[in-house]
């Protein structure tokens, strides 16, 4: 195998490791499950990706980015352009700005 070969695959199982880390923060506990009834397919097919340290067909990545949006992108892809970055940025802050807003909501419903 050439050299460029065997980088190709390093490369493969590590991008494999990162997304399986995203999954794994996402979901500490039954994480095939969790991902699969996001994506709509078997929680086997989730275990053997993550079991196999193999990436995902280019039909589940898709669904991968469509549900877990520019934090995922930017999760496995480290070196990421900055639009993407500035993305995933703005995804967190809307999404904290949100559990903000539902804790204020129930701190007034607390008359507190």
């Not at 880390?21 to 699969?36: S, W």
Request: aromatic share 6%; charged share 30%.
């Amino acid at each position: 195998m050439s050299g460029s070969g065997q980088t190709d695959v390093a490369e493969r199982i590590a991008k494999a490791e990162r997304i399986i880390g995203f999954l794994r923060q996402r979901y500490p506990t039954k994480t095939a499950e969790n991902v699969a009834a996001d994506l709509g397919c078997s929680a086997d097919t989730v275990q053997k990706m993550m079991e196999r340290c193999s990436t995902p067909n280019v039909m589940t990545f898709g669904r991968m980015i469509l549900q877990y949006g520019p934090a995922f992108l930017a999760a496995v892809y480290p070196k990421a352009p900055k639009w993407l970055d500035e993305a995933a940025r703005d995804e967190a802050l809307r999404e904290l700005r949100d559990q903000q807003r539902r804790i204020q909501e129930q701190l007034d419903a607390l008359g507190a």
